[in-house]
């Protein structure tokens, strides 16, 4: 589940991981692993799908047009494969991975800065959840 929601499918890994938690019916630093690993994993099939050139997912899943290519295009030109790292924001983080494939940035870096996002990103879930409960 966290491999689609991480990938250009639009799907609510938090609620997923949140229900798992509730349940707890598996040690927390489990789920919390697969979760990284999964949307991560989502975040390089991204990567693959714009290294392979194909803007078309672009225009017809998020509905981008030629100047919001350009202009994920020219944030990513900006400031580097720094960007990837907000790849775990819902909506906007997607197009950045799939454009790290386009630019064909360096697959090491961009996994770098992927997991570390991702990986702050479920951890403060996680944390904040098991806090209120």
């Known amino acids: 589940m966290t ?18 938690l509730k349940t707890k019916t598996h040690p927390v630093y489990i789920l919390l692993l697969i979760a990284i690993l999964g949307n991560s994993l989502g975040a390089f099939f991204n990567y693959q799908i714009g290294r392979k050139g194909s803007l078309y997912l672009l225009k017809k899943i ?6 919001g290519i350009e202009k994920n295009i020219s944030y990513f030109k900006k400031y580097g494969g720094l960007v990837t790292f907000f790849s775990f924001i819902p909506i ?3 197009p950045l991975t799939v454009i790290a494939g386009v630019l064909k940035y360096p697959f090491l870096k961009f996994s770098i800065f992927v997991i570390l996002g991702k990986s702050i990103r479920f951890i403060v ?3 904040v959840f098991v806090k209120i409960t």
Do not use: H, M, Q
Not at 3 to 15: C, D, K, N, R, Y
Not at 62 to 67: G, H
């Open 92 to 94: 906007v983080g997607d």
């Open 3 to 20: 491999f689609l929601a991480g990938s250009i499918v639009p799907f609510p890994s938090e609620t997923f991981l949140i229900y798992l």
């Open 125 to 127: 879930l996680t944390g």
């Open 62 to 67: 998020y509905r981008l047009d030629e100047n």
